[in-house]
């Protein structure tokens, strides 16, 4: 009965591939996100989708493109995969977004060789 | 942009005492603030949270206090103990727009 999840747990590819991860949250909110965490454990939104639509787009290159089919989902997919984009990538979600708990995923390591 | 920051990378404690962790925020209105706690291996769990209206704020074991005056936030662990060893992020939300997270402070506790 876990609360936010996502799959893979780690992630080990070759540059220049193209990846996802999926996350989904059983929780019954409205907004989901997407995190980067870089490995001085700096954590940085990147994506923020309420009911599907996208609220929030920082600035992250255009080979990141999130995907919600659903309000309960939200996946990220990766393109042309840079040795740059090694990190921990958390999603997480909040009831309506905004002044609100968010409650994160497990993480999914991503190690670009 | 704005900016969370935290006075202090890493802090070793002896189990049993107090902790105290801080954050120093930039956006002044900035309205709501949460700590998080990250343990090895897994995502940031929420512990408490302080809206501007207000200066103090206490749970089980831990009390945020914030000083707007100086934009300063700070968590304090009561009697410190080995599963409090993790990574605490404050962060701060502006107007319902979305949260930015301070770079972490690192606590190890020694038994």
């Known amino acids: 009965d876990t609360a936010v999840s996502q799959t893979p747990k780690y992630l080990v590819t070759q540059m220049g591939n193209d990846k996802s991860i999926k996350c989904e949250q059983n929780?019954?909110?409205?907004?989901m996100y997407w995190y980067k965490q870089d490995s001085k454990k700096f954590l940085k939104i990147m994506f923020s989708?309420?009911?599907?639509?996208?609220?929030i787009n920082e600035t992250v290159p255009n080979r990141f493109s999130p995907k919600s089919p659903d309000k309960a989902h939200l996946n990220l997919h990766i393109n042309s995969l840079e040795l740059g984009d090694s990190a921990v990538y958390f999603c997480?979600?909040?009831?309506?977004?905004?002044?609100?708990?968010?409650?994160f995923g497990p993480g999914t390591r991503l190690l670009v060789l | 942009g704005e900016s969370v920051g935290l006075h202090l990378p890493t802090l070793s404690v002896q189990e049993g005492d107090n902790s105290i962790i801080n954050c120093a925020y930039s956006?002044?209105?900035?309205?709501?603030f949460i700590w998080y706690k990250q343990e090895s291996g897994k995502g940031p769990q929420f512990i408490i949270d302080?809206?501007?209206?207000?200066d103090k704020r206490q749970g089980q074991r831990v009390t945020v206090l914030l000083n707007k005056t100086v934009k300063h936030l700070s968590l304090q662990i009561a009697a410190t103990q080995p599963g409090d060893s993790a990574v605490y992020f404050c962060a701060e939300n502006t107007a319902g727009n979305q949260f930015y997270f301070g770079t972490g402070t690192s606590l190890t506790v020694i038994p």
């Open positions: 989708y309420n009911n599907k639509e996208l609220i």
């Open positions: 997480a979600s909040s009831q309506r977004g905004g002044l609100e708990t968010q409650y």
């Open positions: 929780l019954g909110h409205d907004t």
């Open positions: 302080i809206r501007s209206n207000m």
């Open positions: 956006n002044s209105a900035s309205d709501y």
